[in-house]
């Protein structure tokens, strides 16, 4: 057979035909069950024809052999939500006076809460706000905390890439300029230092989920006060462990929503720790999975989704349908071909990738050709 191969190694192959024998074997029985009187003597001459096997709606019918191209699908669950989970922790002191709305969305110098009136300013960061921020007298700070503030502060405008180089991790007077800025278009004084608790670093922009603090309650250092997640779509998927091997870092995926439309996706991440299932399930792993077009996935939350993950393809492959095969005692498989005289036979076949999507199985090695007529089940 010509053709190209691409996908999961053939170890990997073996464990997914492994889990589909019981599957298999269930349909070889209906669909011998349907054919019995048809084989019973393969080699009658009285043997039925292909119209009246045709015809036998209440048993079996026909399927013409084909040559495709095949991929090896396999579908599983999944939710669809946003990726991450940022908690924001309160240091300023005094009475909570603001909150925003559950799925509300606050962006980088946009206002997150207020205490005692006073904005307490979102920015953009890895490193929690932790001290006061200024340009000080004896030397200027530094640190990972400064290098977020400078980079925050050229996003927003207030400062040039000139005046505060990419990088810069130096609270230097066009910091303490750039703060100011910030200050008076907050409505506050413009001191140009942030005192502790003046804003809240956070990966990127907040959608807010859950908000713990109460609206007229104190407000106190090391409080959380709200979490929300990023405004990043992603798919998650509990995996069973044992198909980590199958998929891969940028597989391409179909994503079908609650409301049965189908949009494409990226897998982003493959977890390399299992995790025990409750009650003696299989270990799963975590994939993740981002949405080519975001749009496309509306505004679900923790919406339950079906994603198509292509595991292996094959070009150009001899193909029947999955409810052609007939196991055999010894393990191997059979198809029962219709002769052009009418005449039934079995003829072995080895079985290559399985696509779970179209119910087909690419034949490897067999005397079957394209065209032929193999007998299936009336389903």
Same mark, same amino acid.
Do not use: C
């Given at each position: 057979?010509t053709?190209s191969?691409s996908?999961p190694?053939e170890e990997?192959?073996?464990?997914r035909r ?5 599957i ?11 054919a019995?009187?048809?084989?019973s *003597?393969?080699f009658?001459?009285?043997?039925s024809? !292909?119209? /009246?096997?045709?015809n036998n &709606? +209440?048993?079996?019918?026909?399927? =013409?052999?084909t040559r495709q ?7 599983v669950s999944?939710?669809l939500?946003y990726a991450g989970t940022y908690?924001?922790v309160n240091?300023?002191?005094g ?6 709305l559950?799925?509300?969305v606050?962006r980088?110098g946009?206002v997150l809460?207020?205490v005692?009136?006073?904005?307490v300013?979102?920015?953009?960061g ?5 001290r006061?921020?200024?340009e000080g007298?004896s030397?200027?700070a530094t640190?990972?905390d400064?290098?977020e503030?400078?980079? *925050?502060?050229?996003a927003?405008?207030y400062?040039? !890439?000139? /005046?505060v180089?990419a990088? &810069? +991790?130096?609270?230097?007077?066009w =910091?303490?300029?750039?703060?100011e800025?910030l ?14 608790g003046?804003?809240v670093?956070?990966p990127?922009?907040a ?9 007229g ?10 979490t ?8 998650s ?10 998929v891969a870092v940028?597989d391409q995926?179909?994503?079908?929503l609650?409301?049965?439309?189908i ?5 982003s991440s ?6 025990a299932?409750q009650?003696?399930?299989?270990s799963?792993? =975590?994939?993740?999975v ?7 996935t509306?505004?679900w939350?923790q919406a339950?989704v079906n ?7 094959v070009?150009n492959?001899?193909?029947v349908p999955?409810d ?7 393990g191997d498989?059979?198809?029962?071909t219709?002769g052009?005289?009418?005449?039934h ?7 290559g ?7 087909l199985?690419q ?12 007998v299936v089940?009336?389903?």
């Open positions: 057979m053709g191969t996908g190694s990997g192959h073996r464990r492994t889990r589909l024998v019981a298999l074997v269930g349909v070889a029985i209906v669909a011998a069950g349907g019995v009187v048809a084989i *003597d393969p009658n001459t009285h043997a024809s !292909s119209s /009246e096997l045709e &709606s +209440d048993q079996t019918g026909l399927w =013409t052999v191209n095949l991929s090896e699908q396999t579908q999944a939710t939500g908690n924001a240091q300023a002191q009475t909570v006076t603001s909150l925003p559950l799925g509300q606050i980088q946009q809460y207020r005692d009136g006073s904005p300013v979102l920015l953009y890895s490193v929690p706000a932790y006061s921020l200024s007298t030397g200027k640190g990972t400064v290098a503030l400078n980079a *925050d502060l050229v927003l405008g400062a040039t !890439s000139t /005046e180089p990088g &810069s +991790d130096k609270f230097t007077w =910091t303490k300029d750039a703060v800025k200050q008076s278009a907050l409505g506050l004084t413009q001191t140009g230092a942030l005192a502790l003046q804003v670093f956070l990127g922009a959608r807010v989920t859950t908000i713990t603090a109460t609206l309650g104190a407000a106190q250092p090391g409080q959380p006060v709200l929300a997640t990023s405004t990043t779509r992603q798919v998927i509990a995996l069973d462990a044992d198909e980590q091997s199958e940028g995926v179909t994503i079908t609650p409301n049965n439309e949009t494409p996706g990226v897998i493959v977890g390399t720790v299992a995790t299932a009650g003696g399930g299989p799963t792993i =975590t994939v993740l981002n949405p080519t077009d975001a749009l496309a509306g505004d939350d339950p994603v198509t993950i292509t595991t292996g393809s070009n492959a001899l193909v999955v052609a095969l007939l196991a055999q005692s010894n498989y059979d198809v029962e219709v052009a005289d009418g005449n036979h079995l003829v072995p076949v080895t079985l990738l399985f696509d779970d999507a179209q119910g199985v034949l490897t090695g067999s005397s079957l050709s394209s065209g032929e007529q193999v089940p009336n389903l």
